[in-house]
């Protein structure tokens, strides 16, 4: 059964400082991986996937996501944290094993210090 | 832009009482999902369909809840009889093809008195 972890409730970075949200799952076929943003009181949108192409893969508002196999990750990074980036971030993944329905993260809450 | 939209945005209800939320996905999908959010947890999947049919369902989709989808647009949720614990965001998603992002409607925030 596939599942998602997001290591950490709640991340805190200063405004200009790297993003890296934490990602691990577990399928037991090839998945594809996505990452939602949920603005406060806002629906769930689209970040960026991975669907078995390019294992780098870069998003919306200048965020990027590696896929790495081996480690069964999929962290979300951005360079430049800015004030903007406040949100919560979900990962989740699918497989067609399981209808393709998407299985989530608790959920990360990153908080812009300016 | 196609988007997925959701009707009501917001539906209170008192306890023992149906509901049905309402979704147009996008009209060139196939494949359509609802979700569900509790206030501060995980996005839960509650069930997909396709084809006229449910494809797949999870726990939480019991004998309370319904999907439809009476005409070729809209894609609705029924609670037959409703509980304090399922007051939560609802989201419905649609996709062209199955291994493809789904694209989310705003939700309907229910609430359950």
């Known amino acids: 059964a596939q599942s998602v972890t997001q290591l950490g409730s709640h991340v805190s970075v200063s405004e200009g400082a790297l993003v890296l949200l934490r990602c691990n799952y577990s399928s037991s076929v090839p998945p594809y991986l996505f990452w939602y943003v949920q603005y406060p009181n806002q629906g769930l949108q689209l970040l960026l996937k991975?669907?078995?192409?390019a294992t780098l893969v870069k998003g919306i508002n200048g965020f990027e996501a590696e896929f790495k196999k081996s480690e069964t990750s999929f962290h979300l990074t951005k360079p430049s944290a800015h004030m903007s980036d406040a949100a919560e971030y979900f990962c989740?993944?699918?497989?067609?094993?399981?209808?393709?329905?998407?299985?989530w993260g608790a959920g990360t809450k990153l908080i812009i210090k300016p | 832009e196609p988007e997925v939209t959701q009707t009501p945005s917001h539906q209170v209800t008192q306890m023992g009482q149906e509901v049905i939320l309402r979704c147009v996905p996008i009209s060139n999908h196939l494949y359509f999902y609802w979700y569900r959010q509790i206030l501060g947890q995980k996005v839960e999947f509650l069930v997909s369909?396709?084809?006229?049919?449910?494809?797949?369902k999870s726990e939480i989709f019991d004998d309370q809840f319904s999907v439809e989808r009476p005409d070729g647009s809209n894609f609705t949720l029924k609670i037959r009889s409703t509980k304090l614990e399922d007051s939560a965001m609802y989201f419905c998603?649609?996709?062209?093809?199955?291994?493809?992002?789904?694209?989310f409607g705003p939700g309907t925030r229910l609430t359950v008195t």
């Open positions: 998603a649609s996709t062209a093809g199955g291994s493809r992002e789904q694209y």
């Open positions: 989740a993944v699918s497989d067609e094993d399981s209808n393709y329905q998407l299985i």
């Open positions: 369909f396709y084809n006229n049919e449910i494809s797949e």
């Open positions: 991975y669907t078995s192409a």
